[in-house]
């Protein structure tokens, strides 16, 4: 059974009202490519600087926070959120804490801008520690999370959210190996590629239920641009990449062997595609479908994580 939505009722405690607008529960997304990046650094042989590794983790999170909740403002200002009749909350169509009352939309604006600069002051730090490079890096990550819904560049209405999210969550493990080692490690990128996939995919589907009011609100994603019967393929395109690059990556050897059990998540990937392919039209029959991607990104990036410890 589905949660209900938020309510301004809901809410005695402030603290809570503030924790539940980020969407926490998806903030785990981005844990996962983090502690890849730990796991990688102890794979190199370098010793995990415990500071660092609980800071790069913090901005990680406040910075997915503050992406959640902005993209919440720009969704209630072009009006997406509000026509969205097909949503399957609490995966897609926003908090719904502007619609129901929780906040204002400036409230949200305020809020997510408070998250972010939480995110510069914990990146000014550690780029005193590390160097120009993860300032650079920073900067890119910053750039990414507000452009996403932000005009004038709104990523997402244009067809870019896709490449966004894989350069995002690509670059999570790059950082935070950039942290710990103060290496550019190009490779870090490649190994992280199959989580950016996944992670691009959880963002795929979830546009299956939004679609009717992202294109009632000028939000020109890739399936609303295509019919559904040619969009469904995107879903298992963007899964044989994010498996074929891992399987890559263990033949030339820049993955242990040990790494083949971040492959078992492909069966849930499987899975999810053909309930795609049967309810593409059907949004409120997607809910599984969308649970089986989220866990098929978590689990490979876990399994990942753990081949190299085990390594």
Do not use: C
């Amino acid at each position: 059974m589905s949660p209900t939505e938020p309510v301004f009722s809901d809410f005695p405690d402030p603290l809570k009202k503030y924790f539940l607008a980020t969407r926490p529960a998806f903030l785990l997304a981005t844990l996962v490519p983090v502690f890849l990046g730990l796991a990688y650094t102890h794979w190199l042989g370098v010793s995990v600087h415990v500071w660092h590794a609980i800071l790069t983790i913090l901005a990680a999170l406040f910075l997915h926070a503050g992406v959640n909740v902005l993209n919440d403002y720009y969704d209630d200002l072009n009006g997406t959120d509000n026509v969205n009749e097909e949503r399957v909350y609490p995966f897609t169509g926003g908090s719904r804490f502007i619609q129901n009352g929780v906040f204002s939309r400036q409230q949200m604006l305020r809020y997510g801008i408070y998250l972010n600069l939480i995110v510069v002051i914990i990146g000014v730090y550690l780029v005193t520690e590390t160097g120009s490079a993860l300032f650079f890096l920073g900067m890119i990550g910053l750039l990414i999370g507000w452009a996403y819904s932000a005009p004038p560049l709104r990523l997402n209405s244009r067809g870019f959210g896709e490449l966004a999210i894989l350069i995002g969550f690509s670059l999570l493990p790059f950082g935070t190996v950039l942290v710990q080692t103060d290496l550019l490690l190009p490779e870090v990128i490649l190994i992280a590629l199959p989580v950016g996939f996944l992670s691009t995919n959880l963002l795929y589907i979830n546009q299956f239920p939004d679609r009717k009011a992202d294109i009632k609100a000028g939000k020109l994603h890739w399936v609303a641009r295509m019919d559904l019967q040619t969009a469904r393929w995107g879903y298992l395109a963007i899964g044989f990449l994010a498996y074929s690059v891992l399987m890559l990556l263990i033949l030339t050897e820049q993955l242990p062997l040990v790494s083949l059990i971040s492959l078992l998540p492909v069966m849930l990937t499987l899975k999810a595609f053909m309930i795609l392919w049967k309810k593409a039209d059907q949004p409120q029959q997607l809910e599984p479908a969308i649970k089986m991607t989220i866990l098929a990104m978590i689990l490979h990036g876990g399994l990942l994580t753990l081949s190299f410890i085990i390594a």
